[in-house]
């Protein structure tokens, strides 16, 4: 499996539908629509915030809405927080339902607290949390196989 991280999230506009010009977007709304237009499947790490998603997170989920890059393509979502990341879950399921995404409710992973999870440099370090991540990256590769 190979992974692309995108890095862009703060270099992306403020959503405004005016800017939205599909043939020419601004540069990193158009770096972005390209990187999910040719993943396979993805992975969407966040944390939980104020009971919702990060609003950078959401901003660029809307530059997408429309666009269509993620429409039938397998999501899977891993969500952090102290109480479990649920609220942050049913946001993104929302939200991602909306654009026709191919969401793997069932591998979904959530980490109730990731203090003690990770070694110093980020690493998972926790068992359990490692074979949840594990578990949820064989369901989309199997998504992916499957398509």
């Known amino acids: 499996m190979e992974f692309s991280l995108y890095a862009g999230l703060a270099e992306l506009p403020h959503f405004n539908p005016d800017l939205d010009d599909e043939v020419q977007p601004p540069p990193p709304v158009k770096e972005l629509r390209s990187q999910l237009a040719q993943a396979d499947g993805v992975v969407i790490s966040t944390p939980e915030y104020a009971h919702g998603v990060p609003g950078s997170l959401k901003n660029a989920l809307d530059w997408i809405v429309s666009s269509g890059e993620l429409r039938g393509k397998p999501v899977l979502l891993i969500n952090a927080s102290p109480g479990g990341g649920e609220r942050a879950q049913a946001s993104l399921v929302e939200t991602l339902q909306v654009m026709e995404a191919?969401?793997?409710?069932s591998a979904t992973v959530r980490v109730a607290s990731i203090r003690g999870k990770l070694d110093a440099i980020g690493n998972v370090?926790?068992?359990g949390t490692l074979t949840a991540i594990e578990a949820g990256l064989a369901a989309l590769v199997s998504a992916i196989e499957g398509a």
């Open 102 to 105: 191919r969401v793997l409710e």
């Open 125 to 127: 370090g926790d068992a």
